[in-house]
């Protein structure tokens, strides 16, 4: 029928990790960094234990990885002995699969809810728990239903015999609580009987098993609960309440993200304080630590997809060769020679943009001044051809930079301009080793230099290849598998035979990097405050951004900035904290932490997933270092005049004549 | 597998006899800024003709038709309805309702509600809507999404093995709702329904290019073909009930959660499909609740449209 | 008429390229990438306005081109069979079994219509009816014997006439001036209603069709019975009519007149209609050829202008 039809299935078109079991995450990439799950969790310790991590963080491979179905699995057979050597079961729930948010509101007291809540998350834990538990001989099982049945108010009538008959009677009286839940907005009445008192199940039902079972005597039963965040304040108070008064060798690890726990009380207001009721394994700033077996571990990723999808068959080692070359990136030889060349070919005949800036700059503010050296307007062009290197225009750039910054110091720019020619010209011939200075110089703001070109040229600046991508995602393979899978939809739709051979070209890759992050801000919209949070993701943003493009940036590299905790207005705290939370900032842990979690100053960096949309680099060097006041006017409230104000005052010092240079007598009617 | 295409459903032409051969009891109409959301109002017989006003829309007082019931404050979807419904309808009503002007959770719990009063036949009417104001680009929803929740009295009976979760969306134009559903569901495997034949021919691909943009949160399937993406009629309630029908016989699943956000007859859909198929199973509504929708999205009318929906097929 | 400016070219022209890039992976089953499309922007030198702007109005237009790629007409096929065939003969046999509810019932008072009637593809092998008639049976998986052709009902085969027949379903994608219908009407089916007069029903089913050619083909002007579309495309449809919906857009920044200056021109060049057969000035195409009720700047191969949907004739 067709003209014919090309579709090709896109190798990153599934952007959820589902690739690697539980097993081999932790074999590629959490273990090796240096701990074991195990150690991590400690699942056989009666002490309970909060996990936290952000998105990515792994805190659900790990919960996941001590739950009764992996645990078989990695034992290889259903049909081994009850419980190895490993000595505990782990339960496992996604506290969502309750849809918790059922209990509350439509004309009901709080408190009835709650206690129907309890009750329910009771008969919940107990089916997971006993629908685990493999083969037992009937006598075992019918020992186990019967004292089973006595954990009830009321026992049933019909006593069951088996653990499939009790399994079933637990999952005929949560149906109950579900139909009469659904039933309430027509019948207004709540119409459920709590057959059990709380946690009579949760406690009674490991109790029975400990002794009805001879391989269960001395298990831990370890209750994991996923997510605690949905749910609400009453309902965590519950779980808070177990994990106090919690009985026998029951156990529990409680996943949450960030700032899911909304409360440490208990259901009669006592406080459950770490380091006593519970323990914190925070796992969020793992994958930071871990940096090489993150890019590691991204590689066999995309690697693996690749092979699946029948582009790469070779060895590993072949395979990262390929997945290097299939990305356009410009040659950095001789200082980005070729690249930059391309940059600035429209200038052929006129003078290049940024020594025409410089040379705008000398003549208004530096002309007159005698401590600059800077008499007449004719002592400005040797100046200027001095910096000059046009087969270098990177070189070029970073000259200017040394010149501004020593017009920001008052030294005399004749003597700098030629010691910074001096310098060139051996680094040039050194193949870029040496002067240690000038080498120092380059190292620290190249990348800033090339980002100043590109923009001065016209062009956008560019992130492109596989080592960026993987810095970009930050930890998350979901934020790397987007942006190879836009990657690669570029491709195809530029018919460019994306890993057949010839490299994605650098357009592909950005309108792919463009999409990537605009689709990553969508997705950090915090429930509450959206606005507010992105106002300030967006200031914050901006003044990197000028100081990045200035003149004489004090910073290289900048998209990270440190800042006291003391001072900060709430309104502050609270955007922060949800920039956070939403990985729109990532918060780098920096020294003694304290028993209250109060950091001594705190180290935030925008995410390297948003940093392309201000131009910004996605590597970090340099910090900048902000007040608390210059905190307030970015994440508070302030009025966008009061942050421009500040803004100003501090981009002013980089920018000519760095404020307090002396302005040329005549004032000069040249417009920048 | 229910056969709901059995049902009779009919295309009005605007001076068509219908309009003086039927008669009804009760006339329910939702009242926006969208002329079409008025243009059935008052050619329908009956005895008696209620307008509502959602709050969601945020008309004041003053711009309300007169008598229109707009609902005790702060009333959830099941309080509101259930208020209007005891004050407009008895028993034994004829009753017709034109779903044009209806917020999906609203004429969910509506249909619900019907069933629970023992009512099995029920008129529904709808105007399409010419064009949408921008196209792929118009906004159906204010922007807080405060929360994906069941809608009241689509809270199945759940359990703990997810292993096989399904999450149903009928996709609409605005792909933050479906991003939002779709992350509160990741664990489960996502099917969307896309509208063809859509309202209006230019409206499919419309329907394309805005789910694109919730093409990762729904697993990166994207909105080409893929066997977990399915061609639905978007005018028509029971196409779209018969096909969730065969799904859940085609599909085990542990837990299966429906989330309408396209046109007005696909909730009316799966409203029926629910109250017919779904009570006591592990099947719920989501739902993500805004705060606010904007007063109008369309322009001009498209076809007319009446059917009859019966609760009680079996 | 105005020019745009540079920047809104570029941020206009990403915007609309983002949304092709779509349209190529999904529906245009990467039928037209970026190089196509660029060839085909090439066309567009400058002669109305600026060659910029030209070429963002021929972006805008590649946009809201309705194209259906053979999912979507198996759907549609579906659709026109379960709508205006078996919907209507059921709900008959519904209302006149005392609205029952018994399915199996229906299902099998349908079953008997059903085998009462035959499908039939209209214009000869080198037109679109007969694969039509191939991709309804394969989307409705209706079984062989109620397809046949106008030769074998002419021939009085049988099993494809009355009494064994009483209905002919006749199936086409798109009407959209009436003219070819009509001649069908007139010339191929007009000798099975003299052939068996009111004995049969004939129904003209189709996928798309324009308001006016359907008020053209009511009876009595032909010989079909009855004459219905899945889709009924308004005035709106008439890309540059008075009361088009492709604009204004952009937040009013591409406007009816340039869109329209630009498409005539080019299009004088390539047909007597500049704006498409009819003066339809349709934006659809489907799977295996264009209309030509389509612009030409979309189909039309004439002299050195590089089609974007090439019409085969």
């Known amino acids: 029928m067709s003209v014919a039809a090309k579709a090709t299935v896109n190798p990153f078109g599934v952007t959820k990790c589902d690739d690697f079991s539980d097993e081999e995450i932790f074999r590629f990439w959490i273990e090796p960094a240096g701990i074991s799950a195990v150690h991590l969790l400690q699942p056989t310790r009666l002490m309970p234990m909060q996990v936290i991590g952000g998105k990515g963080s792994g805190k659900t491979h790990l919960l996941r990885y001590f739950s009764r179905p992996v645990q078989l699995m990695r034992q290889g057979s259903t049909r081994s002995p009850l419980v190895d050597r490993q000595g505990f079961i782990g339960i496992y729930v996604k506290c969502d699969s309750l849809n918790a948010s059922r209990f509350s509101g439509k004309g009901q007291q709080e408190e009835l809810w709650s206690a129907v809540f309890q009750y329910f998350l009771d008969l919940w834990l107990a089916q997971i728990l006993l629908s685990q538990l493999p083969n037992l001989s009937l006598s075992v099982q019918e020992e186990i239903a019967r004292r089973a049945s006595d954990l009830f108010d009321e026992p049933p009538t019909d006593v069951p015999q088996t653990l499939e008959h009790l399994v079933g009677l637990l999952r005929g009286f949560q149906r109950d609580i579900d139909i009469a839940i659904n039933n309430l907005p027509l019948t207004r009445k709540l119409d459920v009987r709590i057959k059990a008192g709380p946690s009579r199940l949760i406690f009674g039902l490991p109790h029975i098993l400990g002794e009805a079972v001879a391989e269960l005597r001395n298990t831990v039963f370890l209750y994991l609960l996923d997510e605690i965040e949905n749910f609400n304040e009453a309902q965590q108070k519950y779980v808070n309440t177990l994990i106090r008064h919690r009985k026998g060798s029951c156990s529990f690890r409680v996943g949450s993200r960030l700032y899911g726990i909304k409360t440490s009380n208990t259901l009669e207001e006592e406080t459950n304080r770490r380091g006593s009721e519970f323990d914190v394994l925070e796992l969020d700033s793992h994958w930071l630590r871990a940096k090489k077996k993150y890019v590691d571990f991204s590689e066999r990723l995309c690697i693996r997809r690749l092979q699946a999808a029948g582009h790469f068959s070779g060895t590993i080692t072949d395979d990262r060769q390929k997945l290097r070359n299939a990305f356009e990136e410009p040659s950095s030889a001789h200082f980005y020679q070729d690249y930059t060349a391309r940059l600035v070919s429209k200038y052929e005949d006129w003078e290049r943009p940024y020594f025409r800036k410089l040379r705008d700059q000398l003549l208004r503010f530096a002309v007159g001044s005698r401590r600059l050296g800077v008499l007449s307007n004719d002592d400005v062009q040797p100046i200027i051809r001095r910096l000059q290197r046009p087969p270098y225009p990177l070189l070029e750039k970073l000259n200017a930079f040394l010149l501004y910054k020593a017009w920001a110091k008052r030294a005399n720019l004749q003597k700098a301009s030629e010691s910074i020619s001096k310098q060139c010209l051996v680094f040039v011939q050194s193949g870029g080793r040496k002067p240690s200075t000038y080498f120092s110089a380059y190292q620290h703001f190249s990348g800033d230099m090339l980002a100043q070109l590109t923009r001065e040229t016209s062009h956008k600046v560019r992130y492109l290849g596989i080592d960026t991508f993987i810095r970009m995602s930050s930890g998350l393979p979901r934020n790397l598998l987007i942006i190879l899978k836009n990657a690669y939809d570029w491709a195809i739709f530029n018919d460019e035979e994306p890993f057949a051979g010839k490299p994605i070209s650098i357009e592909s890759q950005e309108r792919a990097v463009v999409e990537s992050c605009s689709w990553f801000f969508e997705e950090a919209r915090p429930e509450q405050n959206a606005e507010q949070v992105q106002r300030s993701v967006d200031r914050l943003a901006i003044l990197f951004r000028e100081i990045r493009y200035s003149d004489k940036p004090s910073e290289c590299s900048l998209s990270t900035f440190s800042c006291p905790s003391q001072d900060i207005d709430e309104t502050s705290k609270l955007s922060l904290r949800l920039a956070e939370d939403w990985s729109m900032l990532i918060r780098h842990v920096r020294g003694q932490k304290d028993r209250n979690s109060q950091r001594v100053d705190q180290k935030y960096q925008l995410s390297p997933m948003l940093a392309p949309r201000w131009n910004l680099p996605i590597s970090r060097r340099g910090a900048l270092a902000l007040t608390a006041e210059e905190v307030n006017l970015i994440f508070g409230r302030a009025a966008e005049a009061d942050f421009v104000k500040m803004k100003e005052g501090r981009i002013q010092r980089m920018n000519a004549p760095f404020k307090g240079g002396e302005p040329a007598p005549r004032q000069a009617s040249l417009e920048l | ?314 | 008429m105005t020019n745009l400016s540079a920047d809104d070219c570029k941020t206009i022209g990403d915007d609309l390229r983002t949304k092709l890039k779509i349209l190529s992976g999904t529906i245009w089953q990467a039928r037209a990438n970026s190089p196509q499309i660029d060839s085909w922007l090439a066309n567009f030198t400058g002669e109305v306005v600026a060659t910029d702007t030209e070429r963002t109005y021929a972006l805008y237009l590649l946009t809201r081109l309705m194209y259906y790629g053979q999912r979507e007409i198996r759907a549609l096929l579906r659709a026109l069979y379960r709508d205006l065939f078996r919907y209507p003969i059921l709900s008959e046999i519904r209302r006149a079994n005392g609205d029952t509810k018994d399915s199996v019932l229906l299902n099998n008072l349908f079953e008997q219509e059903l085998q009462a009637t035959r499908f039939v593809g209209l214009g000869d092998v080198a037109t679109s009816g007969p694969m039509l008639l191939y991709e309804l049976r394969l989307a409705t998986e209706l079984r062989d014997d109620v397809f046949t052709t106008l030769d074998a009902i002419l021939a009085g085969k049988a099993s494809d006439v009355p009494p064994a027949v009483k209905r002919y379903v006749f199936i086409d994608d798109l009407c959209a001036t009436g003219d070819q219908a009509t001649g069908y009407s007139r010339d191929l089916v007009e000798p099975i209603r003299s052939r068996y007069g009111s004995s049969v029903e004939l129904l003209y089913f189709v996928m798309f069709a324009t308001a006016e050619a359907l008020g053209n083909l009511m009876p009595p002007a032909t010989n079909f019975d009855r004459v219905r579309a899945v889709h009924v495309l308004d005035e709106s449809f008439k890309s540059f009519g008075p009361n088009s919906r492709y604009f204004p857009a952009a937040d009013g920044k591409l406007d009816l007149a340039t869109g329209k200056a630009t498409a005539t021109r080019y299009g004088a060049k390539l047909s007597g209609s500049p704006l498409g057969y009819g003066n339809c000035q349709l934006l659809l195409a489907f799977q295996y050829n264009t209309p030509d009720n389509t612009l030409p700047i979309i189909w039309s191969k004439v002299g050195s202008w590089t089609p974007i949907f090439e019409r085969r004739s």
């Open chain 2, 1 to 314: 597998m229910i056969d709901y295409s059995i049902c009779y459903k009919r295309q009005l032409a605007p001076t068509d006899p219908y309009f003086a051969t039927r008669q009804f009891d009760t006339l329910i109409a939702a009242f926006t800024s969208d002329k079409r959301s008025r243009a059935l109002f008052d050619k329908i017989n009956a005895t008696r003709k209620q307008w509502v006003v959602f709050p969601e829309y945020g008309f004041q007082q003053s711009e309300c038709p007169a008598g229109a019931f707009i609902g005790p404050d702060g009333a959830d979807e099941a309080h509101l309805i259930t208020s209007l419904l005891d004050t407009v309808v008895s028993q034994s009503d004829r009753i017709c309702v034109d779903i044009t002007g209806f917020l999906a959770p609203y004429l969910l719990f509506l249909i619900r509600s019907i069933a629970a009063r023992g009512i099995t036949t029920v008129e529904m009417l709808y105007a399409e809507p010419g064009r949408y104001l921008k196209s792929e680009e118009t906004t159906f929803s204010g922007e807080e999404v405060r929360s994906v929740r069941q809608v009241y009295g689509f809270e199945g009976t759940h359990g703990a093995d997810t292993t096989k979760d399904l999450l149903v969306v009928g996709a609409g134009y605005d792909h933050q709702l479906m991003k939002m559903v779709a992350t509160t569901k990741e664990g489960a495997r996502p099917i969307q329904i896309f509208g063809l034949p859509a309202l209006q021919p230019d409206m499919y691909q419309q329907n394309i290019l805005r789910a694109a943009r919730a093409a990762e949160a729904l697993g990166g399937r994207g909105v080409g073909e893929h066997a977990d993406n399915h061609l639905v009629p978007a005018h028509d309630p029971f196409a779209t009930a018969t096909f969730l029908s065969k799904l859940i016989e085609d599909t085990p699943f542990t837990n299966l959660y429906l989330c309408p956000l396209a046109t007005k007859p696909q909730v009316a859909g799966f409203g029926i499909f629910y109250v017919t198929e779904c009570l006591a199973k592990p099947v719920s509504i989501l739902y993500p609740f805004c705060g606010s929708f904007p007063k109008q999205t369309s322009d001009g009318i498209g076809r007319f449209w009446a059917y009859t929906i019966e609760l009680d097929l079996k």
